[in-house]
């Protein structure tokens, strides 16, 4: 199903931090593992707070993520469902529903709202495991569609980058100073100590994807 329902269409409140962050995981987890899906409370904080294709790496309580999925319950954009037999509360995303993306359109908003702001080229490399683009024209179509419905905005290039970086609208217009999904640029000068370990371990993280990514 598509359909062109704006971003606005959702309500005049951006969505928290926490809330992308569980609308994002159950998107990933529906794809990527559909067995398991929906996802019980545990399992949601667990996507929520794992290490790898996430950026930032959070921390979540249970409170949280319930508050949150809640919150996403009372916007439409996620309800509770059940397994038969099964008493434990389990969550699925409505937001194809609430918004009627294409399979292509959900990936890329997926990877956008796990890994923040991304190059077309990073979004068509993280979003494989969802739906595999044929090459990067295909994505920069697809961004073009979503920033039509004001769903993503592009952002100006950095420094020594070839690509735009594109941003996820629903958690609210991105910062100017909105960093990039990708590998991390070389620390300012006074940099302090432990943004520049989150930016070690950022890059750490990309080199082992990138591995994985390429059987090595």
Do not use: W
Not at 38 to 50: D, E, F, H, K, V
Not at 79 to 104: E, I, N, P, Y
Not at 202 to 210: C, F, K, N
């Amino acid at each position: 199903m598509h359909t062109d329902t704006p971003a606005h269409a959702l309500g005049p409140r951006a969505l928290t931090e926490a809330e992308v962050r569980v609308l994002g995981c159950l998107l990933e987890k529906r794809r990527t593992t559909p067995d398991a899906y929906p996802l019980s409370l545990n399992a949601l904080r667990l996507a929520c707070n794992q290490s790898t294709n996430r950026d930032p790496v959070v921390d979540y309580d249970e409170s949280t993520v319930r508050e949150a999925a809640q919150r996403l319950q009372r916007r439409g954009m996620a309800r509770l469902a059940s397994a038969a037999g099964s008493r434990a509360a389990k969550f699925r995303h409505l937001l194809d529903d609430a918004l009627g993306l294409g399979v292509g359109e959900e990936a890329l908003m997926c990877v956008l709202m796990l890994r923040g702001v991304q190059t077309p080229g990073e979004l068509k490399l993280r979003a494989e495991r969802m739906h595999a683009f044929a090459d990067l024209s295909t994505v920069h179509q697809t961004l073009a569609q979503l920033a039509t419905r004001g769903l993503v905005q592009s952002l100006p290039r950095r420094p020594g980058q070839k690509e735009e970086r594109y941003a996820q609208l629903l958690a609210g217009q991105p910062s100017d100073d909105a960093a990039p999904g990708g590998l991390a640029a070389a620390p300012a000068p006074g940099v302090g100590g432990d943004e520049l370990t989150q930016r070690v371990t950022r890059l750490e993280r990309e080199v082992a994807e990138l591995r994985a990514h390429a059987g090595m």
